[in-house]
């Protein structure tokens, strides 16, 4: 199946903002799925609230559009109900880690075979330009206006330090890598979290004084590494992206397949 396939045309032209990172991120989505070759039953995708959110509604997949924070916690009945179907959950960075950040946590814990998508663009887009858990100390937001003093989260320490068995970052710059690491994180056994960092410009670009969406790539392919790099070890302020963890446990729907057996008198 071609990209256009996976498409729902009839919700096109989309929402988002001119420069907005998130249809780059679509887009990555999109060519990961078609390498993989993936037949559209085989997936479902589940969003919660946000300008992220609005990916599961322009995918012909089976797609569900849940309460704000709750995505990962619907896609952990389904999968629990189907375990055969690919899950794939894109969440806004309040999304996944504010309202949803207990959920985040304990699905990293459980590692059921699904791939979280955290798209970080530091800022609350949809409601107004709240600032977010990913914001940072010393930036500006609507409901920061002189200024936010709340640190952020790193999102590839919190997935690691949680249990996630795939953890990795990119950019909507990096479009290449970014779809690369969502064919890898798609076809690992286990929790994949997915962090992509995206351009805002139409609120944390401009609050912050970042400039236009194209000097906000610049920021992304300036401000960032591959993991490990030299520039890394000169300029520790630089942001790694690549994949930080992959490695094998046990998944949790296998796992609770042989509590089932046991309860049942079988052997597991």
């Known amino acids: 199946m071609a990209v256009k396939d996976y498409i729902r045309d009839r919700f096109f032209p989309h929402m988002w903002c001119p420069g907005c990172g998130h249809g780059t991120v679509l887009n990555g989505l999109l060519r990961a799925v078609e390498t993989l070759g993936m037949s559209k039953n085989e997936i479902v995708i589940v969003s919660g609230i946000g300008c992220s959110s609005r990916i599961s509604g322009y995918v012909d997949f089976h797609s569900l559009h849940t309460l704000h ?7 952990t009945g389904v999968k629990l109900s189907r375990p055969e179907l690919n899950l794939i959950v894109p969440m806004g960075d309040g999304d996944a880690l504010a309202i949803g950040g207990n959920h985040f946590i304990h699905a990293c814990r459980r590692n059921i075979d699904m791939t979280a ?3 970080n663009n530091r800022i609350y887009g949809m409601t107004g330009g709240q ?3 990913l914001s940072g100390y010393g930036t500006s937001a ?7 003093i709340d640190h952020d989260f790193d999102v590839v320490e919190l997935a690691t ?8 970052r990119s950019t909507s710059y990096h479009v290449q890598q970014m779809a690369n690491i969502l ?3 798609i076809l690992h056994e286990g929790f994949s979290v997915v962090e992509i960092l995206s ?8 609050k912050n004084k970042l400039g236009s969406a194209s000097e906000m790539l610049k920021i992304f392919k300036e401000g960032t590494t591959p993991i490990g790099s030299k520039a890394k070890q000169t300029n520790p302020d630089l942001i790694e992206r690549g994949i930080f963890v992959e490695k094998e446990l046990p998944e949790y729907c296998v796992e609770y ?12």
């Not at 330090?161 to 990795?168: I, K, L, P, Q």
């Not at 351009?199 to 401009?206: A, D, K, M, S, V």
């Open 142 to 148: 609507t409901t920061a206006p002189y200024s936010n």
């Open 69 to 75: 924070g709750r995505a990962l916690a619907f896609a």
């Open 131 to 133: 600032y977010s858990p």
């Open 257 to 268: 397949e042989k509590v089932i057996s046991r309860a049942m008198g079988g052997i597991g």
């Open 183 to 185: 064919r890898k994180a």
């Open 161 to 168: 330090a949680a249990g996630a068995t795939f953890v990795a």
């Open 199 to 206: 351009q805002c410009p139409t609120y944390f670009g401009r």
């Open 117 to 119: 998508i955290v798209m």
